[in-house]
């Protein structure tokens, strides 16, 4: 059974890649559980399985065995479409190089994951202004991301990360590309939306940012190595 | 809320395509040029066939024509043995007659003498035909009246040397005159002009001369046929160079005139029994109009296959080639298409997206091609004098084509940028 206190409850989970004849196991097995509202960073080496654990965090691979409860539903064995549905309304994606959509401006690229929702744009509009002034782009709305810094970019994939309201946002090396000043503004902004209380995960491989988080899951060999509260 | 979902996803699609200018522009043009090509082709095949359909529905669709003709065997004899001898053929009273008489269906027997000579007013002359004719010529030929009227029955049976001429003749022989009450004059005798008829166009053969002139007339003179009998005699002399030939023919032509279409498929084979009874050389021809019609549209709709499968042909070219650009787009846009998986895009909306960016293309191109392709036509009608027809089901057949196109060759790439794996797609550089 789900703690009922866990936004993210992981039980059992093993993921097995078949590589031609060889089987890989990158996931051995891993329990974990996330509390509403914290901050987590999940470190290790490549070949850990820590890319494996995130992708099975953030629906967009299945476990080959174990049950993951993501606020309450266990969408372990859901299909394709359910998956991307659960995504759509459940979670937040940052990524190490942004990803927005080229053809896009500022507010259009806030805007994709509620296209996937069939809901009115229109109904939204203003939330999505909102979110660009959070994250300090009210005055960029109508520019391409080619018209924008790093730091900006990744500030509207924040934006963007928050605009279906998740449950949990999921930052895959946000600031790998940035430099040591944006770095801080990015890692400034993560903050405050985890004191407003966001629940985050965070893939990272910098002992200072994973410092940031209150607390760090070491990973290694598919399995939880270290798990520790800053 | 679907409707608007389905604008936003155009709109993007709109969005992506004007990304790659020059490259959507291209991809567009194989549609563009498959669509007018098929419009302007079929314009201007419907064009040539609608002209050569309405001459020969002005032959009369109800119409049967028989023509005398001089066989040919029988001319070579002549030539090579005997310089002065005098030719019989072709129809003759008696065949009229019994046409008359034996068809089922027949609503009247037109028999014409047509002699070609000269006809002359004072000091001018022109060369044309003079026609041995009976009174409902023109409501057989649908001949209209200019002035004057035709000549009556009344006329036919006291042999009246009254003529009817067409109006290209009256002005040319009476370019200061009203040629009606003045007389004309062919060989030896005068004829009153009791009427004028409007230029026939193609209803008799035309003379030789103005036709190799390219002076498209017809110098007709309209005579009662009992007073062609009398005064032209059946033998006709015509001197050539060093020899001379007679040739005796009763009738020149018959042209029976039919109750409806049914009948003319009817009566054609009985009429070639009943004429080759009594003609023991093959002296005459037999013209249906209602068959050349009928051959001309089939003629017509092989045409439109042939351009039907140009057509088809071009517009696969223009969709591989649609095909190709965006099996290039998916892959320039796998990145892209793993962060709307990420962000809550579903298998089929990724397929709507890329779907649709393939039918704006299509379909634009499809728009612009039928611009051209009525514009097409009618450029060549205005440099070359030649007709051309647009169709409007060449217009919606090209169009829906082309869209067609779209959804066929967009299918496949469209999924295969669903089948993507999502992970492997956001790691894609």
């Known amino acids: 059974m789900p703690d009922p206190e866990a936004i993210i409850e992981i039980k059992q989970v093993e993921k097995i890649f078949q590589v031609g004849e060889v089987e890989v196991r990158a996931l051995r097995g891993v329990d974990l559980s996330i509390a509403e509202g914290s901050f987590v960073a999940i470190m290790g080496p490549s070949g850990s399985g820590k890319s494996t654990m995130l992708n099975i965090l953030g629906c967009l691979d299945r476990p080959t065995r174990g049950q993951y409860y993501l606020g309450g539903e266990d969408v372990s064995q859901m299909d394709d479409d359910t998956l991307s549905t659960v995504r759509g309304k459940r979670l937040g994606f940052i990524f190490q190089s942004y990803n927005l959509i080229a053809q896009l401006t500022v507010i259009e690229n806030i805007q994709v994951p509620l296209i996937y929702q069939g809901v009115e744009l229109k109904d939204y509009e203003e939330r999505c202004q909102e979110l660009a002034a959070l994250v300090g782009l009210a005055d960029r709305l109508d520019h391409r991301p080619t018209q924008l810094s790093g730091g900006q970019q990744q500030r509207v994939a924040i934006a963007r990360s928050l605009v279906n309201d998740p449950l949990m946002i999921l930052a895959d090396e946000p600031t790998g590309n940035l430099d040591s000043q944006t770095e801080q503004e990015v890692l400034e902004i993560i903050e405050k939306l985890n004191a407003d209380g966001k629940t985050i995960v965070m893939v990272t491989h910098e002992d200072a940012v994973a410092a940031r988080a209150q607390r760090v899951v070491h990973m290694r060999d598919g399995v939880i190595a270290r798990d520790v509260q800053n | ?429």
């Not at chain 2, 009608?381 to 779209?406: D, H, K, N, R, Y």
Request: a positive charge; charged letters at 20%; one cysteine or more.
């Open chain 2, 1 to 429: 809320m679907i409707s608007s979902q389905l604008l936003n996803t155009i709109q993007l699609g709109v969005k992506s395509l004007l990304l790659h200018k020059l490259r959507s522009g291209l991809t567009m043009l194989g549609i563009i040029f498959g669509v007018c090509s098929v419009i302007a082709m079929l314009a201007i095949g419907e064009g040539a066939s609608y002209e050569a359909q309405e001459r020969i529905k002005r032959l009369g669709s109800t119409n049967i024509i028989i023509n005398s003709f001089k066989p040919p065997e029988q001319n070579q004899d002549d030539t090579s043995n005997n310089r002065s001898f005098e030719i019989q053929y072709g129809l003759t009273y008696d065949d009229a007659g019994r046409l008359q008489r034996t068809i089922p269906g027949v609503l009247h027997v037109m028999p014409m003498r047509i002699i070609r000579e000269n006809i002359r007013f004072g000091r001018r002359q022109e060369p044309g035909q003079v026609i041995g004719t009976l009174s409902n010529y023109p409501e057989i030929q649908g001949l209209e009246m200019a002035r004057g009227r035709f000549i009556s029955q009344t006329d036919e049976k006291h042999q009246r040397n009254v003529c009817v001429i067409t109006a290209g003749l009256a002005q040319r022989l009476f370019p200061y005159q009203d040629p009606l009450q003045s007389t004309i004059r062919v060989q030896a005798i005068y004829y009153q002009v009791i009427g004028i008829v409007r230029e026939t166009g193609t209803l008799e053969q035309r003379p030789q001369r103005s036709q190799t002139d390219g002076d498209p007339v017809d110098n007709n003179v309209y005579i009662p046929l009992s007073t062609a009998r009398s005064r032209f005699g059946e033998t006709l002399v015509r001197r050539n160079s060093g020899s001379f030939s007679a040739e005796r023919v009763e009738l020149h032509r018959i042209i029976v005139k039919m109750r409806d279409t049914d009948a003319v498929i009817a009566a054609e084979p009985q009429i070639k029994q009943l004429l080759t009874r009594f003609h023991d050389q093959n002296d005459y021809e037999l013209i249906v109009p209602l068959q050349l019609l009928r051959e001309a549209e089939a003629t017509k709709r092989m045409f439109n296959i042939v351009l039907g499968s140009i057509a088809a042909i071009s517009l696969l070219v223009g969709g591989i080639g649609i095909m190709n650009i965006m099996l290039a787009t998916v892959t320039e846009r796998t990145r892209e298409i793993g962060v709307r998986r990420a962000l809550g895009a579903k298998k089929k909306d990724i397929i709507t997206q890329f779907l649709i960016e393939t039918i704006v293309l299509s379909i634009g191109g499809g728009l612009i091609g039928v611009v051209l392709g009525i514009v097409t036509p009618l450029m060549v009608s205005f440099f070359t004098q030649m007709v051309t027809v647009v169709t409007p089901w060449s217009v919606i057949l090209a169009f829906g084509i082309s869209g067609l196109t779209g959804v066929v060759f967009g299918l496949y790439p469209a999924s295969q940028a669903a089948k993507l794996d999502p992970i492997e797609a956001l790691r894609h550089e």
